[in-house]
């Protein structure tokens, strides 16, 4: 988007405070959860029904057999799918009327995709990614071991979550779940905060929004990193559409390299990955002339 002609078309709009972007963005995190339990909700209701009908005369035999189908069908995979696929459309018609679409109106918007055909851009989204994951790999070891029993418990709800059917869980969570989350993280919540803050603060707050987002210590401290660099990488492209594309590539990242070398036993390696990719993504970032920030 042109930058002069985005700030004449604010200057219309009433713009929030500080306090109340927070309480919106907040808002906007609190309204995904609550969408996320309303449909794994209302998913195993009809199961849980099923199942007492079949065994109502033993509250024992009940939930035993509850929690044995939960553990071992892929009714959670497919509730995680159905989610992510429901959350995409909501975020992404609030994302197009609420801001695209204003874009548009008032003539300043300008496709990425020009801009992620350089080769600067793709390095640097590459380079990003891959410093982003090592870091976040290694507060993954950091937490774990400061608190074991949740890294166990997060280990098996994902299990729970994605385990049931390998198809349908990688194509959630490296192609559906990126999507989402960054309509919602840098598409609705950085778009309406960079009315309020600059870089620094879209940053800093879409960065803790979205630990929030992920209700557990463990991802909620690794995913900062990403975070930080997914914010800025839509702040200065003024597109959802890169921030995807990282996000895409770190949960395969997380898939492919994770499962190759574990980070409990590669602290080194990707220590050396951090340090190495940072200082690339770096000097690349400083020489690009980011023609579509806003």
């Known amino acids: 988007m042109d930058s002069e002609v985005m700030r004449e078309a604010e200057k219309t709009e009433r713009k929030p405070g500080k306090v109340g972007n927070f309480f919106f963005c907040l808002g906007v995190v609190v309204a995904m959860v609550l969408l996320q339990f309303g449909v794994v909700v209302a998913g195993m209701i009809p199961v849980a029904v099923k199942i007492y009908l079949e065994n109502k005369d033993s509250m024992t035999v009940y939930m035993e057999k509850y929690t044995e189908y939960i553990s071992t069908s892929s009714l959670m995979t497919y509730l995680e799918l159905i989610y992510v696929i429901v959350g995409i459309t909501v975020a992404g018609i609030w994302y197009y009327f609420g801001y695209v679409r204003k874009a548009k109106k008032a003539g300043c918007y300008r496709s990425v995709w020009p801009a992620l055909k350089r080769g600067k851009s793709v390095l640097f989204l590459l380079m990003g ?166």
């Open 129 to 294: 990614s891959l410093a982003c994951f090592s870091v976040a790999a290694l507060l993954q070891v950091g937490i774990s071991l400061l608190f074991p029993g949740t890294a166990q418990a997060l280990e098996e709800n994902m299990d729970l979550m994605l385990g049931g059917d390998a198809f349908i869980g990688m194509m959630a969570v490296v192609l559906l779940a990126p999507i989402h989350e960054e309509l919602v993280m840098r598409g609705i919540i950085l778009q309406h905060s960079k009315r309020v803050h600059g870089i620094v603060g879209c940053m800093i707050l879409s960065a803790l929004l979205f630990g929030l987002f992920h209700m557990n210590i463990i991802q909620g401290v690794y995913v900062l990193p990403m975070g930080l660099f997914w914010a800025y990488v839509g702040y200065r492209y003024n597109s959802v559409v890169p921030c995807m594309i990282c996000h895409m590539l770190n949960n395969l990242l997380g898939t492919v390299i994770g499962s190759l070398l574990d980070p409990f036993e590669y602290v080194i390696v990707y220590a050396l990955m951090a340090v190495v990719f940072g200082a690339v993504t770096a000097v690349i970032g400083r020489k690009m002339e980011w023609k579509n920030a806003c």
